[in-house]
């Protein structure tokens, strides 16, 4: 069965400096790995998301995130941090099988301090 | 621009009614989730179709709750009777296989 992990409920970083949110997955087949992002009150919106290629993968706001096959994880990065990035963010997983399904870890919420 | 719509935004009801939620996937995207999300269980997948066919229902209650594709522009999910733990927000949330998935704003379902 696929599987996401985010292994910090909260991370903390002052603004302007680089930030890192964990995830590290599982899955059967070949991963497509996501990252969104959920504002209070408001539905998750798309970042980015890994399917093949370049292991590091370009998305909005600045963000950015590498795949690393061997460690299974798929990392958030930023490298300047801004207020407005506070927020709860999402990793998911569909595996390439039939069923393809999209599952979520359990989200962490990025709190950058002014 | 194409978006996940979802009906209503906000929902109380009384404890044994039944409570109907509505989606229209975004035009063309053959797969169509649906999610609940709470503090203590975080964002759960309750049911997931591709072609209007349910392909996954596993995470979701089944003597309470039923999810539907009558057409390929209205997702449906009921829960019959609705119960306090049933309180969270919904999320309804489309796409393309294999692909990332676009979420509506949710219906925040308050059963008292």
């Known amino acids: 069965a696929q599987s996401v992990a985010q292994p910090e409920d909260q991370v903390n970083v002052a603004e302007g400096n680089p930030l890192t949110v964990k995830c590290t997955y599982s899955?059967?087949?070949?991963?497509?790995l996501f990252w969104y992002v959920q504002y209070p009150n408001r539905g998750l919106q798309f970042l980015l998301k890994y399917i093949t290629g370049d292991n590091l993968v370009k998305g909005s706001y600045g963000f950015e995130a590498e795949f690393n096959k061997s460690q299974t994880s798929f990392h958030l990065k930023k490298p300047s941090a801004l207020v407005s990035d506070s927020a709860l963010y999402f990793c998911a997983v569909r595996d390439d099988g039939a069923t393809n399904k999209l599952i979520f870890g359990t989200g962490t919420l990025l709190a950058v301090q002014p | 621009d194409a978006r996940v719509t979802q009906t209503p935004r906000h929902k109380v009801t009384e404890m044994g009614q039944e409570v109907t939620m509505r989606c229209q996937p975004i035009l063309g995207h053959n797969t169509v989730f649906w999610y609940r999300q709470t503090m203590m269980q975080g964002l759960e997948l309750l049911a997931y179709?591709?072609?209007?066919?349910?392909?996954?229902d596993s995470g979701m209650p089944k003597d309470r709750f039923s999810a539907e594709m009558p057409d390929a522009t209205l997702a449906t999910l009921k829960i019959q009777p609705s119960e306090p733990r049933d309180s969270a927000v919904y999320f309804c949330?489309?796409?393309?296989?294999?692909?990332?998935?676009?979420f509506g704003q949710g219906t925040r379902l308050t059963v008292v």
């Open positions: 179709f591709r072609n209007r066919a349910p392909l996954d």
């Open positions: 949330a489309s796409g393309e296989q294999g692909s990332e998935a676009f």
């Open positions: 899955v059967s087949g070949n991963p497509y």
